[in-house]
């Protein structure tokens, strides 16, 4: 079985305590790596979730504020804040997914927890790995146009080694696949990047680096990617 590891972004709307939550706020802290604001941002949405236990927009808020907290700290290679923002991620998204099962983002946020909490610490896999895949898979059945959804199957590809199912082959088949859905995704020109430079192909990964970064000049990981792509 497939134990996907999915560390992917999401974009969608949040809220702060006593106020809307800009999605632009969440993104320019993760697009800069400013993990002092995610936390910020992610406390905020606490204080609301925790006044609203059974509204499940409110939990998902937690879940992906949480989530950009994890992805950044994943970049900087900090595994112990990656694994505490993953697991209070995971929390929350658990509670949205309980109240509104049939919302494909709310079962495409608890895959990229499950993925982020495994992203920590391989071992986790056997814990979280079936989490991880079949939230992500009921995601894509619930709506197959979502080209993020296919991102994050695309990850868990392309951390999957071929033998147990996944490899990169099949990771660029799904990036390509969310490109096709939305070419504006500037997440999936970043993996496809990723995915390509690992399949010895760097010509084509920094042109993949480059589109992502025309899309979203603000995003420092997808820089320091095409930095270490040869040739740049």
């Known amino acids: 079985m497939k134990l996907f590891l999915v560390f992917l972004t999401v974009i969608a709307a949040g809220a702060a305590a006593g106020s809307p939550m800009d999605d632009s706020d969440l993104l320019k802290a993760r697009d800069h790596q400013d993990r002092a604001a995610l936390e910020k941002l992610a406390a905020d949405a606490r204080a609301v979730a925790d006044k609203q236990t059974n509204d499940a927009g409110s939990q998902y808020r937690v879940a992906l504020a949480q989530s950009y907290a994890a992805e950044v700290a994943i970049e900087q290679h900090d595994k112990t804040a990656a694994k505490n923002a993953a697991q209070a991620g995971m929390d929350a998204a658990d509670k949205a997914v309980s109240l509104k099962p049939d919302s494909a983002e709310y079962q ?43 991102v994050s199957h695309g990850v868990g590809n392309y951390y999957l080694p071929q033998a147990l199912g996944g490899g990169m082959d099949l990771a660029v088949k799904d990036f390509r696949k969310a490109i096709e859905l939305n070419p504006k995704n500037a997440d999936a020109w970043l993996w496809l990047g ?12 920094q042109k993949a680096f480059e589109r992502c970064l025309e899309l979203n000049p603000n995003r420092v990981w997808a820089r320091q990617q095409l930095e270490k792509t040869p040739g740049s």
């Open 108 to 150: 495409r946020i608890l895959g990229t927890l499950c993925g982020q909490m495994i992203s920590s610490n391989s071992l986790a896999a056997l814990k979280y790995g079936k989490c991880a895949l079949d939230s992500v898979n009921k995601a894509i059945e619930l709506d197959p146009k979502s080209s993020m959804a296919y």
């Open 194 to 205: 990723v995915a390509l430079r690992r399949s010895n192909q760097a010509a084509e990964a």
